[in-house]
């Protein structure tokens, strides 16, 4: 019956279902949204690693703001020989890596790429770094200690490069310095925080410190530490920062200068931002729905007013006030799940269609969906509460006469 009073109008029943179906699509697309973005956020902070250690000059997270800017940038960088160092001095470790970055034009037989990033490497970097390789090999032992003229591409890199041709053998130039390519990086795929393997070039660090000086200000470097076997992460951490704060001689009330970054610092301030994010979607959606369900209650009242002969007649057959609030009721929570199945369908023609403009994929996930069934439910309900109740209660003599 109450699927029938929804046919016997469709023109009135889709007018009422406009103000569900935009409600349900902009809650559901920017809870699509959200979760997306995070979604591609956290995987491109789990690729960072997330039981290793980072020194660097600057913090991830966090800058202290009574500790001047001027201060972060004075501060000395890390070294090729502090890494030594520290694999010296910290048991804890089970790999240390150094590794130094700078952008340098790659060029293949006229064809020439600028600011590509270039990146120097010490031989465990393999050890801390999950390395997936689409052709060829990675840098060897060997060349590493010999700072052999080699490297390995990024995918993107190696795309643009050299196009379809095999990359393995072929002799690139980086700064006019010819260097034989050993192996292709796989395809890490474009985030919003970048792709952070596809568009570099890896070479040896005893290589790249002939083409570049080390000290150099302007070039960046970080110290990677990963821990023996299950060691927590924190009690390295206090390790690395005593052996850090020896290595600079810095005295106990010195103010450190160099930071130690895990990637656990971005999780926690991207979780926060996602928390707000998620927070504004709900009202945003929540007032767009609300606008929704005063458009189910009208086309409901109006419903009754037009059905009232036909529920003084059901009254009169032997049907209790019950079964006419349920009738009512459940006609309001059909019309407002049918606006939410074609507000689903709109978020996932966006989701597509965004998809294939921006740099990581929108999904419209199971939860989200049930999200919106849920809320769109619950609309049905609280908007047909009230006319389903003044049906129930019409008089079954004065309905039979229309009024």
Not at 7 to 35: C, M
Not at 38 to 50: A, H, P, T, V, Y
């Amino acid at each position: 019956m109450a699927s029938s009073g929804l046919r016997s109008d469709k023109l009135r029943t889709l007018l009422s279902l406009s103000g569900v179906v935009i409600g349900i699509f902009t809650i559901i697309s920017v809870l699509a949204a959200v979760d997306s973005l995070q979604k591609d956020i956290r995987r491109s902070l789990e690729n960072l690693g997330s039981r290793v250690l980072f020194v660097s000059k600057w913090p991830w997270s966090g800058m202290n703001a009574e500790y001047p800017w001027w201060k972060y940038l004075s501060r000395p960088s890390p070294t090729w020989q502090e890494a030594d160092e520290i694999r010296r001095r910290l048991p804890l470790a089970e790999n240390v890596v150094f590794r130094i970055e700078t952008t340098a034009p790659v060029e293949y037989q006229g064809h020439e790429l600028n600011n590509v990033s270039l990146e120097g490497i010490t031989p465990d970097y393999t050890k801390v770094w999950e390395v997936n390789l689409a052709e060829g090999r990675f840098l060897s032992e060997t060349e590493f200690h010999l700072g052999s003229p080699v490297a390995v591409l990024g995918h993107t890199v190696a795309k643009e490069l050299l196009g379809n041709q095999k990359a393995e053998g072929r002799i690139i130039r980086i700064r006019n310095r010819p260097v034989r390519v050993v192996g292709v990086l796989a395809r890490e795929g474009r985030s919003l925080l970048g792709g952070f393997t596809d568009e570099c070039v890896f070479v040896p660090l005893l290589f790249f410190r002939t083409i570049y000086s080390l000290s150099d200000p302007d070039l960046y470097s970080e110290v990677i530490v990963k821990p023996k076997g299950r060691i927590p992460l924190g009690m390295v951490r206090e390790e690395l920062t005593g052996v850090m704060r020896a290595l600079r001689r810095l005295r106990p009330f010195d103010e450190e200068n160099f930071s130690i970054n895990q990637t656990d610092m971005l999780v926690r301030e991207v979780s926060g931002i996602f928390t707000v994010l998620h927070a504004v979607a709900l009202i945003l959606g929540g007032i767009s729905i609300f606008i929704g369900g005063f458009g189910v209650a009208n086309i409901m009242f109006v419903s009754v007013k037009e059905r009232t002969v036909q529920i003084g007649i059901q009254k009169a057959l032997g049907a209790t006030p019950a079964f006419i609030l349920w009738q009512f009721l459940l006609e309001a929570v059909i019309l407002a799940l049918v606006g939410c199945a074609v507000g689903l369908v709109l978020v996932w023609v966006a989701t597509h269609i965004a998809s294939a403009f921006l740099n990581f994929r929108m999904t419209l996930s199971g939860l989200n969906i049930v999200i919106g069934m849920v809320i769109s439910a619950l609309t049905g309900l609280f908007a047909g509460l009230a006319p389903a109740r003044a049906a129930a209660r019409l008089s079954p003599v004065e309905a039979m006469r229309g009024y």
